[in-house]
């Protein structure tokens, strides 16, 4: 890996970086960063554990750091480029086979439980981030900061305040109902000190939070979007954190995730039909491929898409008691999702009453949501909290019309259809505060009203197109942060 010239250094710790691998937005947020932030003056590497088959994937993998027993067993670096220019990831790939080398996904093993040993795996991973911080890498590179992402790199922090390493640290928080809790017993496994227990930084009744840890022990905290930051400060969003947060208040700030404007381009996207905000006609034809990929043969109102991890968090249990009305007002609905087999046998029974109406797929695709986008008139997410949301995002640049609850990023990314913001021409979608079946299918209901005027629904989709969510605002917002931190 070339060392960039004239640049500041920051490390990057991740349990999931596109293009490598992904489970949710973490993901793209990891992935993104580094050149957005090359951007700013800072030279971004991704450390991440090298699951199954990704030593394959970076080009001119060098070995710059191993240790004999990481943990329980030997494990090394190596450095390399992960994925293609412009949008290429500088990696730091964490090989240790005996955590990370096993069937299943990064968290969850083939029978869909937790590795058991989680703590420990990604325990390891922010040590490793706080030895580089400490020696650096065998190319000299060693990083003035080191930001960690959610509870599996939020021990970063704490091992370098605990072993004394002089670098400054950021913790993001992407989603605070993951907080990486476990029994006390596991401490010393965990090569941490009990004094980080005794003093209140690890113990969450009587247990250990590695989250809790993070955010005490993080020199900042960020979260992905404002209303997030203020929300978390509330019972009914902080997840038990609440007073963790209050106490860290004034070290915390919200910053809005960027999406990667090359990837999600309609005008440059060879997975569709490309279409911009004058040529928007065009999404008509995206539209009826996108009909013809779910078979959905009727939908002479709004065709509105899902494309989210089906978890309660996401509202999607709620769609099957509002399919009824908007299915009577002529929408039509394509849903991609994965996860929680409960909620997607309630939406194949849906799919069963509304053939050629209502369609569904189940498992991970990366081409189709390009597809559902540009061929969508609406997306939909009624997500019960939402710490920013991607695919509202998504929607918006693809001229697909978002739904969603006032919660989170989603509230601050859309701007809801009242009269003011319609006749001032700054609409950008439905925003409905009130996240059960009549406060979601109100919402619908306007969808279908604002679909029936054609020229105040394409106004929308305008306004959503033009709307900047690029990396650059929110990445100049995390240049300032390390600015004044870093050592
Ligand atoms: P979360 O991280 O909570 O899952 P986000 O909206 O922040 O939610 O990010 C979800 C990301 O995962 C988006 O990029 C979305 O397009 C993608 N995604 C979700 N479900 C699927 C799926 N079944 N197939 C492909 N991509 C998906």
């Known amino acids: 890996m070339v060392e960039a010239a004239g640049l500041r250094r920051v490390l990057s710790v991740a349990s999931e970086c596109v293009p490598l691998i992904k489970t949710g937005g973490l993901a793209d947020i990891a992935g993104a960063l580094p050149s957005a932030m090359a951007a700013q003056g800072w030279d971004m590497r991704v450390l991440m554990p090298a699951y199954p088959g990704m030593l394959d994937r970076i080009a001119e993998a060098a070995e710059v750091w191993s240790h004999p027993d990481l943990f329980g067993g030997p494990a090394r670096i190596l450095a390399g480029m992960a994925g293609t220019a412009p949008a290429e990831v500088p990696m730091l790939l964490l090989d240790a086979p005996h955590l990370f080398d096993r069937p299943g996904g990064p968290y969850l093993g083939t029978d869909g439980r937790d590795h058991p040993d989680n703590p420990e795996r990604f325990a390891a991973l922010s040590w490793v981030a706080a030895e580089i911080a400490a020696e650096g890498l065998s190319d000299g590179w060693r990083p003035e900061l080191v930001h960690a992402h959610d509870w599996q790199g939020a021990l970063a922090p704490v091992y370098l305040r605990y072993r004394g390493i002089a670098c400054a640290s950021?913790?993001?928080?992407?989603?605070?109902?993951?907080?990486?809790?476990?029994?006390?017993?596991?401490?010393?496994g965990l090569r941490l000190p009990e004094q980080a227990f005794w003093d209140g930084t690890l113990e969450y009744y009587g247990q250990i939070s590695m989250l809790k840890a993070g955010l005490i022990a993080a020199d900042r905290i960020t979260t992905v979007s404002p209303n997030y930051a203020r929300e978390l400060l509330r019972p009914d969003f902080g997840m038990g954190l609440e007073g963790v947060i209050a106490s860290r208040a004034g070290a915390m700030v919200g910053i809005l995730n960027g999406i990667d404007t090359q990837v999600w381009n309609p005008e440059a996207d060879p997975r569709i039909i490309p279409f911009n905000?004058?040529?928007?006609?065009?999404?008509?034809?995206?539209r009826d491929r996108?009909?013809?990929?779910?078979?959905?043969?009727?939908?002479?109102?709004?065709?509105?898409?899902?494309?989210?991890?089906?978890?309660?968090?996401?509202?999607?249990?709620?769609?099957?008691?509002?399919?009824?009305?908007?299915?009577?007002?002529?929408?039509?609905?394509?849903?991609?999702?994965?996860?929680?087999?409960?909620?997607s046998?309630?939406?194949?029974?849906?799919?069963?009453?509304?053939?050629?109406?209502?369609?569904?797929?189940?498992?991970?695709?990366?081409?189709?949501?390009?597809?559902?986008?540009?061929g969508g008139d609406a997306v939909l997410v009624p997500s019960r909290f939402e710490p920013c949301g991607l695919t509202q995002m998504y929607g918006l640049r693809y001229g697909a019309v978002p739904v969603v609850s006032a919660v989170g990023g989603l509230a601050d990314t859309v701007i809801h259809a009242n009269r003011v913001a319609l006749d001032a021409g700054c609409a950008t979608g439905v925003v409905f505060p009130q996240v059960d079946a009549t406060g979601l299918s109100q919402a619908l209901d306007q969808l279908c009203d604002l679909y029936?005027?054609?020229?105040?629904?394409?106004?929308?989709?305008r306004a959503g197109m033009k709307q900047d969510m690029g990396w650059r605002r929110s990445a100049a917002?995390?240049?300032?942060?390390?600015?004044?931190?870093?050592?």
Do not use: C
């Open 345 to 374: 046998v309630a939406l194949a029974g849906v799919v069963a009453r509304y053939p050629g109406r209502v369609a569904l797929r189940t498992g991970y695709d990366e081409t189709l949501p390009h597809r559902m986008f540009a």
């Open 477 to 487: 917002a995390y240049a300032r942060l390390y600015e004044d931190i870093a050592r």
């Open 277 to 286: 905000a004058r040529t928007l006609k065009l999404k008509a034809q995206n």
């Open 452 to 461: 029936a005027e054609p020229a105040v629904f394409r106004a929308m989709q």
């Open 290 to 343: 996108l009909r013809e990929d779910f078979g959905l043969t009727h939908v002479p109102g709004p065709l509105a898409v899902v494309v989210s991890r089906m978890s309660w968090q996401k509202g999607l249990d709620l769609l099957p008691e509002v399919v009824d009305g908007f299915v009577a007002r002529g929408g039509g609905l394509a849903v991609l999702g994965a996860g929680d087999a409960a909620i």
């Open 170 to 188: 950021v913790l993001t928080i992407h989603n605070i109902a993951f907080q990486g809790l476990t029994g006390a017993h596991r401490l010393h």
